[in-house]
């Protein structure tokens, strides 16, 4: 055991311990600062014209060296953040140029011409000289700001100098040669001090103004501003492209895009406007320099400006060569004009222009043909939708000319153009169609990316190589560094890959841009065919068989392309099926003004598309063709109650025939999957019938009975019976009450409960031998024969007793119902219950509504709301018990 040493001792020894805890303490934390030190990144060198000490920063220590914050002063620790110092620099040179113009502006006058030209002189080279100092100092934040109140003193200058030695100068020729001499004056002086990043951006926006204020000092016509402006704008360019620092490039770009697209503006103007080919030649010089400029500088811009240099320069070509001929033609011929020289603009797949600037010619010249068929748009909108008027007047006569039936107020002298603008450009997708694969490989060279570049797979990576994914060495491909496009041979020729985005894609792609090719030919020949009859006036029955050959010929075309398979022939097919019903819409339509061209027009139409419907193979078009077949039947159903003379009701039931024989054919088709677009295609027919008839109660009922026979028909096979039966029993119900109604029954138990009796027995009967039966089938009808009717005229009847019998027996069927779990029976009866009630005490409600305050109605609703909120859950979970209940019931 040791002995405990005395108090002074042991304070000794602790007094020891802490001092060797403290000293091992101070060596730790030096190693940790040093462990930090090596662990932290190394500083980065200044990159050109960007020096760290611009901010007051001076620069790191020695390697390993701990960063110091910005502002850090030796010995005085951290100072300011640099970002307050550029506050006080600014405001700072803000208020010195502020002193300076004050003083230019108000106390000039006080001081004789020395004294003028001394301050102005010592300030402005005191201001220019001091940012050199400065910068040898390393204080480059203050040099900039110095060299901001510098360039504000040297405008002074030139103000100064206008309005004392040359007052009587012309104030824009003086401010161009102002302002070409202090853009010299400040790129010499950036170029001195290259440090300095405010001169040369300052230089280049001074450099904007001389030639364009020259122009209009010398009141030059609108050519001359033209090319002063892209005199500029191509300066402009050089400097983006060959400029020293990000600033001097961005400043140089945007000067340029803006001055260039306003001497491009002033090119179309004056192109556009042009009396003749003779006076629009100059304007279009000033487009193919603007062409000349924009392609020389898309050699050497990065991939997106070398884009758009080959759209500005492709969209300027079409306007200064499409402008000459242009002018000599009349109005509605010039569009095309600039669509051939846009078209023309594929030839560049032929040039050694860079890749990207070739794609942004392609896209102007698809630009200049997609606005050229947008100006052709209208004039087909209104042979389509034209005919619509005769809606209002049908077999007043045949017109002379196709534009008076048409009732359209388009000029069509202005629209010559659209049928050549659509049919060239039907070609032309056509041919792309048919030679697929030739135009594949003259694009090839556009779209494929060399090894390396970005988006192109890696050497021995899945399809680097390899074509559409094909194996290397397999028929049609090539290997990348070959030299040969990268392109493959696919079934029947086709290409194995989409063009577009610069990479394989696979089969699939290619085959939707060919499908969109033969689609778009499909839309836009059709539209060609349709505006030349109209552009030309040709007569009115001409324009009507026209319209009916080209929907046998775009039907025919549809079932070509159904049959032949693949994506690109589907898409041929939907476009040619989509165009055939427009077509045939229209028309019918525009055959509405002569009864003997309405009756052979939509006999034809619905020959038409029944053939096509049988010849089709299955599938939408099938179903589509035979609907349409279907509705153009039910229209000639009821041209012929017109040519008899009937009334609209009277004519009702010959609208059915259509319906009828869809039923027949329904029967005949049985399991086709085109029978139910058939049968559902004959309801419209009958609900047609149904409307005409409404305004006469005796044919209302025969059309109910007559729909509810067909629906009988259809109830004969047992895949419709489910929907059938109950639709014509419901039918035959209605019939039965609309009858009565019309009859002026008021007593209408006595032709109801013969029915319902013994329908109820054989209800009874169906449920005792198949207990499964649902009780809306075996009771339904029978209940609702009787109890519908008596509702119906008990609202209208003024006495108690038949609500009172009525009720009660709509009671009683409710307990049998919630007793025996019996669906019809509760819901049938319930709701007798519920509206007999609500007739009966309607009255007292009007009458206690009538006394209540005006507010309390609201407020009884917002409590309610209120409860239900509070019992959210409850409430649907009472809702669902409900359900569930119902559910269980048969």
Not at 24 to 33: F, I, P, S
Not at 313 to 318: H, R
Not at 385 to 402: E, K
Not at 827 to 833: C, Q
Request: proline share 8%; charged share 10%; glycine share 12%.
């Amino acid at each position: 055991m040791e002995p405990v040493p005395p108090p002074a001792e042991e304070l000794a020894r602790l007094d020891r311990e802490l001092a060797e805890l403290d000293a091992r303490r101070a060596q730790l934390l030096t190693r940790r600062a040093w462990l930090l030190a090596a662990l932290r990144p190394p500083v980065p060198a200044a990159a050109p014209g960007w020096n760290p000490s611009a901010w007051g920063t001076p620069p790191g220590g020695g390697p390993g060296a701990p960063a110091q914050p910005w502002g850090y002063v030796p010995g005085k620790g951290a100072s300011a953040p640099r970002s307050a110092q550029n506050v006080l620099l600014t405001l700072g040179g803000l208020l010195l140029a502020v002193a300076a113009v004050a003083f230019t502006l108000v106390s000039w006058g006080s001081m004789g011409i020395g004294g003028r030209s001394a301050v102005l002189s010592v300030v402005t080279l005191g201001a220019l000289a001091a940012p050199a100092v400065l910068l040898r100092r390393g204080l480059t934040a203050t040099a900039e700001a110095l060299t901001a109140l510098a360039l504000v003193l040297t405008l002074l200058d030139v103000y100064a100098v206008h309005a004392v030695a040359a007052p009587d100068a012309d104030g824009l020729g003086f401010t161009a040669v102002a302002c070409a001499v202090l853009a010299a004056l400040w790129t010499a002086y950036g170029l001195a001090l290259g440090t300095l990043r405010l001169p040369l951006p300052v230089a280049v926006v001074l450099a904007q103004w001389p030639l364009l204020f020259w122009a209009w000092a010398a009141g030059a016509p609108a050519p001359v501003v033209g090319w002063a402006l892209l005199a500029t704008a191509v300066m402009d360019g050089v400097i983006a492209l060959r400029g020293r620092g990000p600033g001097v490039r961005i400043t140089a770009c945007v000067g340029g895009s803006v001055l260039g697209l306003s001497a491009l503006l002033v090119g179309l103007t004056l192109s556009a406007t042009a009396s003749g080919p003779i006076g629009a030649l100059a304007p279009g010089a000033l487009l193919l320099a603007a062409v000349a400029a924009a392609l020389a500088g898309a050699w050497r811009a990065p991939k997106g400006f070398a884009l758009v240099g080959g759209v500005v320069a492709g969209l300027a070509a079409v306007a200064a060569v499409g402008g000459v001929p242009a002018a000599a033609v009349a109005d509605g011929w010039r569009v095309l004009a600039y669509l051939l020289c846009g078209l023309a603009l594929t030839a560049v797949l032929r040039t050694r222009l860079p890749k990207d600037a070739a794609r942004g010619v392609l896209v102007a010249s698809a630009a200049v043909a997609a606005g050229a068929l947008a100006g052709s748009v209208p004039s087909v909108a209104a042979v389509l939708l034209g005919p619509i008027t005769l809606l209002s007047d049908v077999w007043a006569g045949s017109p002379q000319g196709f534009r008076s039936a048409l009732g359209s107020t388009l000029p069509w002298s202005e629209s010559a153009a659209a049928p050549v603008v659509l049919a060239l450009a039907a070609g032309l997708l056509g041919s792309a169609y048919r030679w697929w694969p030739s135009l594949v490989r003259a694009v090839a060279p556009l779209t494929v990316r060399e090894p390396g570049a970005p988006g192109a797979p890696e050497a021995g990576a899945p399809g680097a190589g390899v074509p559409g994914g094909r194996p290397p060495g397999a028929p049609g491909t090539a290997a990348y560094g070959t030299g040969a496009p990268w392109y493959a041979g696919g079934p029947a020729g086709a290409p194995w890959y989409a063009v577009g985005g610069g990479r394989a894609r696979g089969w699939p792609s290619g085959a939707a841009l060919r499908g969109a090719a033969g689609a778009g030919a499909v839309a836009l020949g059709w539209g060609a065919l349709l505006s030349a009859g109209a552009v030309l006036d040709v007569p009115y029955a001409l324009a009507v068989v026209a319209e009916t050959l080209l929907v046998a010929g775009l039907l025919a075309l549809a079932v070509r392309g159904a049959g032949s398979g693949g994506r690109a022939s589907a898409a041929v097919a939907v476009t040619a099926s989509a165009a055939a019903v427009a077509g045939a819409v229209s028309a019918g339509l525009l055959s509405l003004a002569s009864e003997g061209a309405s009756y052979a027009v939509f006999a034809a139409l619905a020959a038409l598309f029944a053939g096509a419907a049988f010849r089709a193979g299955a599938g939408v078009p099938r179903a589509v063709f035979a609907v349409a077949a279907v509705v153009w039947g039910t229209v000639l159903t009821g041209f012929a109650g017109r040519s008899l003379g009937l009334a609209g009701h009277e004519s009702a039931p010959l609208l059915l025939l259509t319906p009828a024989l869809t039923v027949l054919l329904g029967a005949r088709l049985r399991r086709n999957p085109v029978a139910v677009p058939v049968e559902l295609a004959g309801v419209p027919g009958a609900l047609v019938a149904v409307g005409l008839s409404a305004a006469d109660a005796p044919f209302l009922a025969l059309t109910l009975a007559l729909c509810g026979v067909l629906a009988a028909g259809a109830a004969v096979r047992p895949e419709r019976r489910p929907v059938a039966g109950r639709s014509a029993a419901g039918l035959f119900v209605l019939a039965a009450w609309v009858r009565l109604a019309a009859s002026g029954v008021s007593f209408p138990e006595a032709y109801t409960l013969p029915v319902t009796v013994p329908a109820l027995v054989v209800g009874f009967l169906r449920r005792r031998k198949d207990p499964e039966a649902s009780s809306w089938t075996a009771y339904g009808p029978g209940l609702a024969a009787t109890l519908l009717p008596s509702l119906a005229v008990a609202w209208t009847d003024p006495d108690w007793v038949r609500p009172l019998v009525l009720g009660t027996a709509a009671l009683v069927i409710t307990l049998l119902g919630a007793r025996h779990r019996l669906q019809a029976l509760l819901i049938l009866g319930g709701a007798v219950v519920a509206l007999d009630g609500l007739h009966e005490l309607a009255p007292y409600v009007v009458q206690v509504a009538g006394a209540l305050p005006r507010w309390l109605p609201p407020a009884l609703a917002g409590l309610l709301l209120l409860v239900v909120g509070a019992t959210y859950e409850q409430r649907l979970r009472d809702a669902r018990w409900l359900k569930d209940a119902l559910g269980r019931m048969r």
